[in-house]
């Protein structure tokens, strides 16, 4: 057999790449190259289901090694106690370090202050990641941002720049072409890498389900008392209390995202197994962060604004 | 569910991914075409409509002005302009897609070689009562350098030339013209209103003497990258993992991503650049053993001899090495604001690997406007140029035009560690 033919037959053979199999690996290099370019990288996990992909991820790009990097979350003392239970149980089983720093710690120092003790704290989460930035030395932090989450983060790079303050410049950000990262930076400054700007929320859940991945139980349908609130359903809790005249429904629904109980909704759902919820995510009608998240309803720009903050 | 059963939300076939890139100004109504695809591939959410449709009524629009889609960000919006490539996304069930949108001003042409670098496929706007112009001439000239596969030039705005076919023939043949001059060869021409809708996902009522595919009938078929030249293997070295646990005492195992070419247990490497040959023992993805991994897999490979290898090292067949080059001549996008000019020393980073470099020299720059050659000087931001570089360590290169992976690199200012250059080995 001729050489040509020997190549065409192993290419007929070799399968091609679906598109889960493309953003995974496409994933896989973006976290070899954090750790081949970086030396004190962190991965930002919360017990949510996009940084569970990332946890997923790392294994496929490092294992039987250890991860090359710490987990890192940055908790505002107001999760949901099924996130957090998770978030331990998952570090544990893979048996790498995470380290949890508190917002509320933040607020003990003084560097956090909130304008009314109701205030979501969800945006001062940035004011404690620069500081465990700073007391650990973290060159990097992974995060499992998506571009079609927002349109501030459509233009976010794969490697963005943070200068010493941490902030994001839109408008000074380094060109990233072909797969070629740059993430050399000088002491104080910081790399944000985002290996799965690509994914889509669907992507997110096909490839939980490809996986077989488990997520906390908030994210299935289960029956919760919920008041409606501006067209969003506000979970009743110690946090978020009924405000006079709303009426306490009973309804079965779901959460998209989870984070600070005081600014993530659930949505009305009976899905109730992770195909279920493809299904949904197929045909909903209404974006991931317009449906659940109090926090970018105020204004178009809130998460331009709390980017350039140093938020992830 | 069983693994093997399709996802919900996709049906059986999937034909994976394909990257493309717009090129064209908001006059040529690119914009508006982008929000058309996914308005009409219903990728477009209840609440992201409602924000455009208020946004329109407030400008005083009646119907949803789809270019607010495209819409950046608050810093673009107080400058009334576009800095940067935006990336966005949809699927149709089959597909799963990622657009590249690139501002098309002339002092852009950094973005467009930015968004062209991972593009498999190129729509270039064309407006139908203009016809080809020189930022046609431009956008074809960048998206053939760039080695996009294939153009699709879209010819919009037929609404307002009455959808009419000598317009369209007659646009075709003078883009024929230069096309050919470039050496493009695999373009395809579709006319169409964006508006309207016409041939964009649907065929409309207006063009019925048009007997070619709609858009997005020529996205669903169109070949990815990798799927058509028999390409060598390279395999840069991203990472060495050695765990020296009691379970995986020996386990060296050399972590990266096949970029182009495929590699099976079995076959000869050779490691370079220390030019020692061993075979493939296993490749590994996770606790899977592969057969083989083609071309776009993060894989783990394992090798029968004790090989020394390390980040930077590039594994490669043991019968088709690249060259190893410690000169290469390159055309080179310049990115940042002061300009490029002989004797300026800078690092170069390409695959995993970088070194220092000299310009020795710029043989000329090429006016994309007129496409022609100006010879020597220098070049400033946006400008792109052929260029000499000494190097300090040998690189593992192939030429561009036939491998996109080890023919590319990247140029970084030492001093601020910015990306300052974007080259193609030539």
New interface residues.
């Given amino acids: 057999m001729t050489d040509?033919l020997l190549?065409?037959r192993?290419?007929a053979?070799?399968?091609?790449?679906?598109?889960?199999?493309?953003?995974?690996?496409?994933a896989?290099?973006i976290l070899?190259?954090v750790?081949?370019q970086c030396s004190n990288p962190v991965l930002l996990f919360s017990g949510g289901k996009d940084s569970v992909c990332l946890l997923r991820l790392a294994?496929?790009?490092?294992?039987?090694?250890?991860f090359?990097f710490l987990l890192l979350h940055v908790d505002t003392g107001h999760n949901y106690p099924e996130v957090t239970a998770f978030r331990d149980k998952r570090a544990a089983e893979l048996g790498e370090r995470l380290i949890v720093r508190s917002v509320e710690d933040s607020m003990r120092r003084g560097t956090v202050v909130l304008k009314s003790p109701g205030e979501s704290r969800n945006k001062h989460q940035s004011v404690t990641l620069l500081e465990a930035i700073a007391e650990f030395g973290f060159d990097a932090c992974i995060g499992g941002a998506r571009?079609?989450e927002e349109?501030?983060r459509?233009?976010e790079r794969v490697f963005s720049f943070r200068d010493d303050f941490g902030q994001w410049d839109?408008?000074n950000?380094?060109?990233?072409?072909?797969?070629?990262y740059?993430a050399?930076?000088?002491p104080g400054e910081n790399i944000r890498a985002f290996p799965i700007?690509?994914w889509?929320e669907?992507?997110v859940?096909?490839y939980i389900?490809?996986e077989g991945l488990e997520l906390p139980p908030i994210y299935f349908a289960h029956t919760r008392p919920v008041v409606r609130r501006n067209g969003a359903l506000v979970p009743v809790t110690l946090l978020t209390p009924p405000l006079s005249g709303e009426r306490i429904e009973e309804v079965s629904v779901r959460f998209r995202t989870v984070g600070d109980i005081t600014c993530t909704a659930p949505v009305e759902s009976v899905a109730a197994t992770v195909?279920q919820i493809?299904?949904e995510?197929?045909e909903?009608?209404?974006?991931e962060r317009?449906?659940t998240r109090l926090d970018d309803q105020i204004s178009?720009?809130s998460m331009?604004?709390r980017k350039t903050e140093g938020y992830f | 569910m069983s693994a093997r059963e399709p996802l919900p939300g996709l049906q059986a076939e999937d034909h994976g991914l394909l990257r493309f890139l717009t090129c064209g100004s908001v006059d040529d109504g690119k914009s508006t075409l982008i929000g058309r695809l996914l308005y009409d591939s219903k990728s477009i959410l209840a609440d992201a409509l409602a924000t455009i449709e208020r946004t329109s009524r407030k400008r005083g629009l009646e119907a949803a002005d789809l270019s607010l889609l495209t819409d950046g960000l608050q810093a673009e919006r107080e400058q009334g302009i576009t800095i940067d490539v935006a990336y966005r996304y949809f699927s149709t069930g089959t597909r799963k897609y990622i657009i590249a949108d690139a501002p098309g001003h002339e002092q852009y042409t950094r973005n467009m070689v930015t968004a062209a670098s991972t593009a498999d496929l190129a729509i270039i706007l064309v407006d139908a009562r203009k016809g080809v112009l020189t930022q046609t001439r431009r956008h074809s000239y960048i998206a053939h350098l760039v080695g996009i596969p294939h153009l699709v030039v879209a010819i919009n705005k037929m609404d307002l030339v009455g959808y009419s076919r000598e317009v369209f023939e007659q646009i075709q043949q003078s883009y024929h013209e230069f096309a050919a001059s470039l050496g493009i060869r695999d373009v395809r021409f579709i006319p169409l209103s964006a508006i309207n809708g016409d041939m964009v996902v649907e065929r409309g009522g207006n063009l019925a003497w048009y007997e070619g595919p709609t858009l997005l009938e020529l996205l669903e078929t169109a070949s990815a990258a990798h799927s058509e030249a028999v390409e060598k293997f390279r395999f840069p070295v991203q990472y060495v993992c050695r765990p020296r646990t009691a379970e995986h005492h020996d386990f060296r195992g050399y972590m990266g991503r096949v970029e182009s070419g495929d590699i099976a247990v079995g076959d000869a490497v050779q490691v370079l650049p220390s030019g020692r040959t061993t075979r493939v023992r296993d490749i590994r993805l996770l606790d899977q053993s592969l057969p083989q991994a083609g071309s776009e897999r993060s894989v783990t490979l394992l090798l029968e001899d004790e090989v020394d290898i390390s980040r930077g090292d590039m594994i490669v067949k043991a019968d088709e090495p690249p060259r190893s080059a410690k000169q290469i001549e390159a055309m080179v996008c310049w990115l940042a604001e002061g300009p490029l000019e002989a004797g300026r020393k800078l690092v170069v980073r390409h695959t995993t690997r970088e070194t220092r470099a000299l310009v020795a020299a710029i043989e000329y720059r090429q006016d994309i406007n007129e496409l022609k050659r100006v010879s020597g000087g220098r070049l400033a931001m946006n400008d792109i140029g052929s260029v000499t570089f000494k190097l300090a360590q040998p690189l593992f290169v192939d030429p561009y035009r036939e491998n996109r992976a080890t023919g590319a690199f990247i140029l970084i200012d030492e001093a601020t560690n910015d990306t300052i250059g974007a080259g193609m080995v030539v």
């Fill in positions: 040509a190549q065409e192993r290419r053979a070799a399968p091609a790449l679906d598109h889960l199999d493309w953003l995974e690996a496409e896989i290099h070899r190259e750790a081949g294994e496929k790009a490092f294992r039987p090694g250890r090359p571009r079609d349109k501030a459509a233009k839109p408008k950000q380094r060109p990233e072409l072909w797969s070629l740059n050399r930076i000088h700007s690509n889509t669907l992507d859940w096909q389900a490809r195909e493809i299904v995510t197929a909903t009608t209404i974006t317009g449906a178009e720009a331009e604004q």
